[in-house]
């Protein structure tokens, strides 16, 4: 993003434009003086006063060169690279970077991915990383945006040994499965009983699915009081 930039002033501009002309003009005055040697003395004169006029004119230029590259001031140097450490735009939104940073540096979004930390919107990613040293408008940010978490719906696995449950749910949904134990008079033992959230909902993909599995009928508390 840095440029030198060159300041040209009229001086240079006359010169450029005109020099090269007025060369033309006096070459060709040149070559009519010899030509015109054989000529009326009339037209002699016409040639001779051309090339000095042209011979005038490039002085002129010349002097008005001379002065702009000796009297008048240099051109002014660009400013120098800054050099600055990364900032953890980690967390922000595309449009809070964008704001924040504009000035420091360009900001491309190389990628979109789920996330279960992140929510929807929010960088997950950078390059270059944090606290590495970049060059102020000079330096492209690559980022990866989070699409916030996938969701998935959580598969009927009532009935089931839960060692299937668990596979099921924790090998194909990709959850997190937990377990818990209860009576039931209608279920037999092992089997699953329910889960939380229950078969059919959506939740989060690695989110944590509670499986209940039957632990059988609750057997009979005698009274021994007596």
């Given at each position: 993003?840095?440029a ?7 001086p240079?501009i006359?010169?450029?434009l005109i020099a090269?002309i ?5 070459l060709?005055c040149i ?5 015109a040697k ?5 037209q002699m004169k016409k040639?001779?006063?051309a090339a000095?006029?042209s011979a005038?004119i ?6 008005m060169?001379i002065?702009a590259?000796i ?5 002014t140097?660009?400013p ?14 595309y449009?809070?970077?964008?704001e ?8 491309v ?12 919107g ?10 590495s040293?970049?060059?102020?408008g ?14 998935v719906?959580?598969?009927?696995v009532?009935?089931?040994d ?23 008079d209608s279920?037999?033992?092992g ?7 229950p078969?059919?909902?959506k939740a ?12 059988g ?10």
């Open positions: 993003m840095f030198t930039v060159v300041t040209i002033g009229i240079e006359l010169y450029f090269p007025s060369f033309i003009v006096m060709v070559i009519r003086l010899i030509i054989k000529e009326k003395r009339r040639v001779k006063i000095v006029i005038i490039v002085a002129i230029i010349a002097a060169t002065y590259f009297m008048l001031p240099p051109p140097p660009p120098p690279p800054v050099v600055e450490r990364m900032p953890n735009i980690v967390g922000l939104t449009a809070e970077c964008k924040n940073y504009s000035d420091k540096f360009d900001l979004v190389q990628e979109k991915l789920w996330s279960f930390d992140y929510p929807e929010a960088i997950i990613e950078q390059i270059p990383p944090v606290d040293e970049y060059l102020v000079d330096t492209t940010v690559k980022c990866m945006i989070s699409k916030g978490p996938r969701m719906t959580v598969s009927n009532i009935g089931l839960f060692e299937d449950a668990r596979t099921i749910l924790a090998d194909s949904d990709g959850f997190t499965v937990g377990y818990v134990s209860e009576y039931s279920v037999p033992k089997k699953v009983v329910a889960t939380d959230p078969a059919g909902e989060a993909y690695g989110s944590a699915v509670k499986v209940t599995v039957s632990g009928k609750e057997p009979d508390t005698l009274d021994d009081t007596k």
